[in-house]
């Protein structure tokens, strides 16, 4: 029930706000988050904008334009098989993941709760940001293996966009 316009990572966030959207979603790519200032400030745009939804390298950039901070894992998070807690729902996921970097916990943007938490090492692996609407996760949702239930992030991100509207 969405329909879907991909823009390329270099589109600044006014080309993509006339585009009409209701929300935004960063998707992941390769290489450091703090090599994407211009990307930065275009989700920080995004965000105090539109509601957003992050994965991979989009939960880094999200952390980084709302005022938080990322650093590297000491051996990376890679392969399909990563156990998630979900606080919310007191649940487990297993994961897809190939991060090298997760969210400072020491340094988290102003506001944000911490949704989820890798239960290997402890690191966080999701935020819901100031609002309720925009959240973030370290994982690919839709790429894990086995008995899980991620994917109804996406499904939670479209019903909050309907009862904020």
Do not use: W
Request: charged share 20%; aromatic share 8%; net charge negative.
């Amino acid at each position: 029930g969405v329909s879907l316009k991909v823009y390329p990572a270099d589109t600044d966030a006014k080309a993509i706000l006339d585009g009409g959207c209701d929300a935004c979603f960063i998707t992941s790519g390769p290489g450091k988050p703090e090599t994407y200032a211009k990307q930065v400030e275009t989700v920080r745009a995004l965000m105090s904008a539109k509601p957003c939804m992050g994965i991979a390298l989009g939960h880094q950039l999200m952390v980084l334009a709302a005022g938080g901070e990322v650093k590297p894992l000491t051996y990376g998070h890679h392969g399909s098989n990563l156990p998630v807690k979900d606080i919310d729902h007191n649940t487990c996921y297993v994961t897809a993941q190939h991060v090298g970097y997760t969210v400072d916990a020491d340094k988290l943007p102003k506001g944000a709760r911490i949704t989820h938490v890798n239960s290997n090492d402890g690191t966080i692996e999701g935020l819901a940001y100031e609002g309720g609407v925009s959240r973030s996760v370290q994982f690919y949702p839709d790429a894990g293996r086995g008995l899980y239930k991620s994917v109804d992030l996406y499904d939670e991100f479209i019903a909050a966009l309907r009862s904020a509207k």
